[in-house]
């Protein structure tokens, strides 16, 4: 069931996957200054109690278009398909080695004589392989292929999730 | 019937409504009050000249009550009753400000919540002690701006939770202050940098006060102030530095036995004496007669005694970089708040990690109240047209406890604020009827690493089979970083009641009694305040409502409408003259209830304003290219 592609009315834009980042952030400002609880402050309680929910809904729409990920699942959830991550990368036999691969480096990178080096090579291959998912989905979605664009965005939310987990040993790497 | 006072298109109503907008800095160490007068933001001194307020109060028997400098006199012959710091202790329980040590020499009675101190004018809560400090400044307002406060902007660390911005709003309630918004204190720098130089781009503060370490990343674009990252450490501050080099004159001293509260108090002035001047001399002779000890410390001395408390600072402007994206070389500007960054070391080492020497121009301890009264004459409606507005982000996580301990997170911290979050519960056993949420906040995976903020009750649920309930959470955060909770059946549509027990906060109750309590108010009754507040809330919605109907009163409302509204106005006005609470309220709910909708289409009108500026903006950018 097709659900209304709300974020996209709310920030006026088109609904697609590509969108022009200036632009998106231009309209949140510029919504923000009309509607933003500071903007009524002055005004009657019914007036500040609909501005900071108009507000937050800017700010829930404007996060969730930013990022590719989470705008790529919204996508599919208002063409009325909910992406199942567990169930389609079960089956991706090539894909669970890859990231079986990875999670080994990452856990030996503690006793490599260049840590910092694992840790550059590892999140540059994740980095190509996020492009590559990207471009997987923008094509998928483009020929409303629901299998194969669920499909993208499963991988691509392991893969993210990997990133946080790099992102992490850098930063204890970096503290410590 | 004319009922409204309606004036001409394009005219205020009253040429002289130009309102007494303050900024207040509520800190650790001092306090301070600003206000623009005439196009220029001036910081409200006191009678000697003097701006700072120093956020002491003594209690003496008899409850006379002594603030600021006179109150600092005598913290040293009688520290007990002389209450410092008290910013560390609002919305905090009796465990963290003993975490605090030795610097709070108090006697505290132990109680649920906020520990109140025990004073000689009798047991004293931090709110209370706070709002006789904000009490002290809005008399100096008052006076200075000659008539009553319409609104106030009061700066929080950007790191301050839920309980300790609730504790320093319920301080300017008792304080009868009326508060706009409160406003994180970095926030509040950058503005009174931004609007100064009419720039964009990417600002550090560095906030370095008595008793907290403020950093936040913010970007300035078309007018928009937009927090990307905030962090800090709510526990380091300059009474650490004082600290440390009390501590080296208590191992040179070779003090072994604890001293009486009087002697550290003593040494410790002596350390922050001698840390300030070492800002200006290379080397500072020191004196402790009450140890019968002197020495001498020079600069580098005093920097390897807080350099470690320096790279404690640092690793949080890392941390902070890395939540907003950004390395030290995307900031364009790196703004200095706190009297301790005058320390050349701060200075020097804070330029060196965002390669760029920082901006130190305007005087550190009072940037942060020019901010806020910059924003407070914004807020207060003074200046119509101007674009700058101020988008805070969450400091911390907020989540709801879980099995075993476990804890949900239902707002990630760093999310712009305001924020609405729903989440779906359902019950455990059948036909249960309450549930209770306990509501933390932290980063942390456990209940027990978090800081608890509040259980609620949800009352009323419909008895259903175990599971069969779905009932919707809904998490508010406003911008002004506070937390409400609402909750519904989805399946029976029955709202359920709301009962809040704050872990370190007041409850209603306490509140309503201390407001009675309170010396401001010793003449009033409970009932006659009440009715007081009542009326005061009355008049800012018919003003509020006068101002919506001359602006859009024509286009957005039908006669009938229009008539219907001015009924409920001329039945509010009546009540506000009367002498009935009920009948006060019934009449404001009303009136209320009949503006809703009028609001709601005004709303619409704003975003459907902003969508056609934009098309036109668009028109205009397509022709020319």
């Not at chain 1, 499963?154 to 992490?168: C, M, N, T, V, Y």
């Not at chain 2, 009550?65 to 919305?91: C, F, H, Q, W």
């Not at chain 2, 039908?558 to 009948?583: C, H, I, K, P, W």
Request: net charge negative.
């Amino acid at each position: 069931m097709d659900t209304t592609p709300v974020y996209f009315q709310l920030l006026d834009l088109p609904v697609a996957y590509d969108i022009d980042a200036a632009l998106l952030a231009e309209r949140y400002r510029e919504r923000q200054q009309a509607v933003h609880p500071d903007r009524h402050a002055g005004s009657g309680p019914g007036e500040r109690l609909r501005a900071v929910q108009f507000s937050s809904d800017l700010n829930a729409a404007y996060q969730c278009l930013r990022y590719p990920l989470s705008r790529a699942i919204y996508l599919l959830d208002c063409a009325g398909h909910r992406a199942s991550a567990d169930r389609t990368v079960k089956q991706d036999m090539v894909f669970l080695q890859q990231q079986m691969h990875w999670r080994e480096a990452l856990a030996d990178m503690a006793e490599a004589d260049k840590p910092q080096q694992v840790l550059d090579r590892l999140l540059d291959e994740c980095q190509r392989a996020v492009e590559a998912t990207e471009t997987s989905f923008r094509e998928a979605y483009a020929a409303q292929d629901w299998d194969a664009a669920m499909h993208s965005v499963a991988r691509w939310q392991f893969l993210e999730k990997f990133r946080a987990e790099l992102d992490a040993a850098e930063e204890r790497l970096m503290d410590g | 019937m004319a009922l409204l006072q309606i004036s001409e298109p394009g005219k205020t109503p009253e040429p002289h409504a130009r309102k007494r907008a303050i900024g207040i800095d509520l800190g650790t160490t001092h306090s301070l009050v600003a206000s623009m007068v005439n196009g220029t933001v001036e910081v409200l001194s006191d009678q000697h000249g003097r701006p700072l307020l120093p956020s002491a109060v003594h209690y003496s028997a008899g409850g006379v009550r002594t603030i600021g400098y006179d109150a600092l006199s005598r913290a040293a012959e009688d520290p007990l009753n002389t209450v410092v710091s008290v910013k560390r202790m609002m919305g905090r329980g009796l465990a963290d400000v003993r975490g605090l040590g030795q610097q709070l020499p108090y006697r505290f009675l132990d109680s649920e919540g906020m520990p109140s101190i025990d004073t000689a004018a009798g047991p004293k809560s931090p709110v209370a002690v706070s709002a006789d400090i904000l009490n002290a400044l809005a008399v100096r307002a008052r006076e200075l701006l000659a008539g009553p406060i319409d609104g106030a902007v009061i700066t929080v660390p950007a790191y301050f939770d839920d309980a300790q911005r609730q504790a320093t709003r319920d301080a300017a309630r008792l304080a009868d202050i009326p508060v706009l918004r409160l406003l994180n204190e970095p926030t509040a720098a950058a503005v009174a940098y931004g609007l100064d130089r009419g720039g964009e781009g990417v600002i550090a503060v560095f906030d370095l006060g008595g008793g907290t370490f403020d950093v936040s990343i913010l970007r300035l674009h078309q007018g928009v102030f937009e927090v990307l990252a905030t962090g800090g450490d709510s526990a380091l501050g300059g009474d650490d530095f004082d600290q440390s080099v009390a501590e080296w004159i208590l191992s040179l001293a070779a003090i072994t036995e604890p001293l009486s509260p009087v002697q550290y108090r003593a040494v410790l002035s002596e350390a922050r004496r001698v840390r300030e001047a070492l800002s200006e001399e290379s080397s500072v002779l020191v004196q402790c007669p009450s140890l019968d000890w002197h020495g001498e410390l020079s600069r580098e001395q005093l920097e390897s005694l807080v350099q470690h408390l320096m790279d404690r600072a640092l690793r949080s402007c890392r941390r902070t970089l890395r939540d907003a994206g950004l390395t030290a070389a995307d900031i364009d500007h790196v703004v200095m708040v706190g009297g301790v960054t005058r320390t050349p070391l701060v200075r020097q080492q804070v330029g060196d990690f965002f390669g760029k020497p920082p901006l130190v121009d305007i005087d550190p301890d009072q940037v942060v109240a020019v901010g806020a009264a910059i924003q407070a004459d914004v807020l207060v409606g003074n200046r119509s047209g101007d674009d700058l507005l101020l988008l805070d982000v969450l400091p911390l996580s907020l989540g709801i406890e879980i099995m075993g301990g476990l804890i949900e997170k239902i707002i990630h911290r760093n999310t712009t604020l305001p924020v609405v979050r729903s989440q779906e519960f359902t019950t455990y056993k059948d036909g249960q009827v309450a549930m209770a949420l306990h509501v933390v906040q932290g980063e942390r995976e456990l209940v027990d690493d978090c800081r608890s903020l509040a259980r609620f009750e949800l009352r009323g649920i419909p008895p259903m089979a175990a599971g069969a309930a779905h009932i919707k959470v809904t998490f508010q955060v406003d911008a002004d970083g506070l937390l409400s909770v609402s909750a519904r059946e989805e399946i029976s549509g029955v709202t359920s009641q709301v009962t809040v027990k704050p872990s370190y906060g007041l409850s209603e109750d306490q509140i309503a009694s201390m407001l009675t309590e309170s010396y401001t108010h010793a003449a009033d009754d409970k009932a006659r305040r009440a009715f007081r507040e009542q009326q005061v809330e009355s008049s800012r919605l018919l003003e509020a409502l006068s101002s919506a109907l001359q602006q859009d009163g024509e286009t957005l409302l039908s006669g009938e409408e229009r008539l219907d509204l001015e009924q409920a106005v001329v039945r509010l006005r009546a009540a506000m003259a009367g002498e009935d609470l009920t009948e006060l309220r019934a009449a404001s709910d009303a009136l209320i209830a009949l503006s809703d909708p009028f609001a709601a289409r005004r709303m619409d009108a704003h975003i459907r304003n902003a969508l056609k500026g934009q098309r036109v903006d668009d028109l205009a950018g397509g022709v020319k290219s």
